[in-house]
């Protein structure tokens, strides 16, 4: 667990690396998708292709869209693209950037999916064994088949339980024809994609240093910035929610003071820090009205003024609030419980 | 655990290690990437050969691609190069050095594929039994030349119908994989004694420019990534610097447009200062939506100056 946590935490502490870490798990998963998921070619003429075609490119456009959801970044990028220019311009080369790196991330696991489902070789040899060459690789000169035969013959040499043009062309030539393209397809795609990359990262520093250091500067500050932003908002909802149960607690001792017209007790000087938290609650109808009306009746998301300083409990202090109104709606609905 | 970390620390300390343990894994992923392939010759006269070649060169290109790119130091060196001189010259003896150790540690992958398949034969076997000369096998000598290519091209695949009766085909594997792992042997053998070699008598020439080649390619090396770093530490301190800025001028918008007697001098307290002065539902609506419609100018100098 401890190993874990380490790689967690280095992957983490680094905002590129954590996305590499997403990047490189989402390949893993891909080929364990792949080794895990049960191909099983229908062997039937038109199906065969439409169903290799289809477990070959629909999983890696999943991936893809999956691969921009996991980023946390789309939503930065999007807010960034749709906010009003306000006082701060939008440059385009920092988008621009932003786009390119979650696409080049999210491309890896439809690729590599590409790649171990040709280098297999099952899917493309489901969905073309009905265009392999009878002429060259088979008997061509077997008599009495129709085109159409010929085409169910062939359909079914995925399925070797049932294949029964062994005349026709034998299993196995096929099958091995046929993975052996799909394999030298794989090859060829792999290396085409690992030159793609070779040239884009080799050619961005021979042309666009200054303009990249730039984009990537300010394409990190978005991002820190909108984590403390959050962060901030996040410390202001909790002082806020703190000052406002705070309020609410008081509001309530004062009413109780006001209903009962008798003198409040005053809690003994050296009962200390335990009477103030009690808030002047302190036998169980009481608590329980305090409760009910925190669910009936929320307190307005309003902080009187003189009370925010320190929680001593005492709203008596002169101070007339901006809003009034507010703590006399919050006391009648009190009263209507009584 | 402690034995993990403490490999993990040391490979993250120095670049050089952790290019060497990239190299590594490249090497290792090189050899399970062979293994779990599945080799399928494809017994035709013609494919064989390209088959057999293919899986033999485009492998090691990919994994020399591969090295290359998840190489940092690679980025670096181009960098270096391409870089305008400014006010500090550039060294082409460092950037000589930079590349010939990226290209040393780039070249491990395909070597050790390269080496790994022919040991294991199947591809030299696959792409050269159609160009073997049938009179040397008893089996073959007297089938005709058209033939004779369809036979031998079945050769790899051992479970022929056409193969059955004629045990020449098993003469023609184990010649050829006797040949393959010779080839395989002796270059290991060349590579390992060059290696060996260009290690021992590298100090004996040019030992100084060598030490200074490798520090200041170090050099450069550390100053990038302390640039990066401070780069990152520089911009938390921009944004914390204008969050604060933004909630100060929201701040100052209220206490301008409301008309509460609270006044300035008491909202230095405890809680106050987180709350910012903003203590309303709809003052942080307020605040949030000014945040989205009108982000604050990137320009802290007015906060700094306070």
Known sequence: ????????????????????????????ASTQLYSAFDFNCPCLPHYNLAYGLGILLVPPFILFLLGFVLNNNISMLAEEWRRPQGQRGKDPAVLRYMFCSMAQRAMIAPAVWLSVTLLDGKCITCA??????????????????????????LARIPCKEIYDGQELIANEVAVRYLRCISQALGWCFVLLMTTLAFLVRSLRPCFSQAAFLKSRYWSHYIDIERKLFDETCAEHARSFAKVCIQQFFEGMSTDLVAARCHLPRKAPADAGEAAEKLLGITDQGTMNMALKSWHRCKPPLHLHPPALPTGNGWAGEGQPPTHPSAPRKETAAYYSWV | MDRFRMIFQYFQSNSESVMNGICGLLALASVKMYTSFEFSCPCLPHYNMAYGLGIMFIPPIILFLCGLILNRQSLVMLEEWRRPPGRRKKDLAVIRYMCSSIMQRAMVAPVVWIIVTLLDGKCLICAFSGSMDPKKFVGFANVSTVQVQQLLAKV????????????????????????????????????????????????????????????WSNYIDIEQKIFEETCCEHSRLFAHKCILHFFESMQQEIKLHSFSLH????????????????????????????????????????AHQR
């Open chain 2, 263 to 302: 006044g300035e001098g008491e909202g230095a307290e405890g809680g106050e200062d987180l709350l910012q002065g903003i203590t309303d539902q709809e003052q942080v609506n307020k605040l949030l939506k000014t945040w989205y419609y009108e982000k604050p100018p990137l320009d802290v100098s007015q």
């Open chain 1, 128 to 153: 073309f064994c009905t265009w392999v060459p009878v002429g060259t690789l088979g008997n061509a000169s077997h008599p009495h088949l129709s085109q159409g035969e010929i085409q169910r013959l």
């Open chain 2, 156 to 215: 790899p695949c051992k479970d022929e119908e056409l193969l059955r009766n004629n045990t020449s085909h098993k003469a023609v594997s184990r010649y050829l994989r006797c040949w393959s792992q010779a080839l395989g042997w002796s270059i290991l053998l060349i590579l390992i004694i060059a290696a060996f070699l260009a290690r021992w008598l590298r100090p004996c020439f040019n030992q100084t420019t060598l030490l200074q080649a490798r520090h």
């Open chain 1, 1 to 28: 667990m401890d190993k874990f946590r380490m790689i967690f935490q280095f992957f983490q502490s680094n905002q590129e690396s954590f996305m590499n870490g997403i990047c490189g798990i989402m390949a893993l």
